[in-house]
Nanobody, 124 residues
Framework: QVELVESGGGLVQAGGSLRLSCAAS????????MGWFRQAPGKDREFVAA????????DYADSVKGRFTISRENAKNTVVLQMNSLKPEDTAVYYC?????????????????WGKGTLVTVSS
């Protein structure tokens, strides 16, 4: 079992930045690829970014490439999503997820463990 807790959400103006963190506990964090997802009101949950166990591989949704950066610090059991140049369309609840296979943290149905999410609101 892996427990995930997101933090860092809030209200920010368009063009601003936020840093989301996901703290993990339970089984060995460094074994798990991690992903960030988001769900806007009335929409399906969607992939945002993923990172493999070592941090040597990352992937991003086209909509966030060049603006968001995913990273991890295994010694602190933490994965971070740095979000810059935020847009109103980035408004959503952001979730982190974990799974044992990298490809499974690139789509919502592949995730084995979810956090409860943190709300990001970007005003225009």
């Amino acid at each position: 079992q892996v427990e995930l807790v997101e933090s860092g959400g809030g209200l920010v103006q368009a063009g601003g930045s936020l840093r989301l963190s996901c703290a993990a506990s339970g089984r060995t964090f460094s074994n798990y690829p991690m992903g960030w997802f988001r769900q806007a009101p009335g929409k399906d949950r969607e992939f945002v970014a993923a990172i493999n166990w070592s941090g040597g591989r990352t992937d991003y949704a086209d909509s966030v490439k060049g603006r968001f950066t995913i990273s991890r610090e295994n010694a602190k059991n933490t994965v971070v999503l740095q979000m810059n140049s935020l847009k109103p369309e980035d408004t959503a609840v952001y979730y982190c997820g974990a799974s044992m296979i990298y490809e499974r943290v690139t789509y919502p149905k592949g995730v084995a463990y979810w956090g409860k999410g943190t709300l990001v609101t970007v005003s225009s």
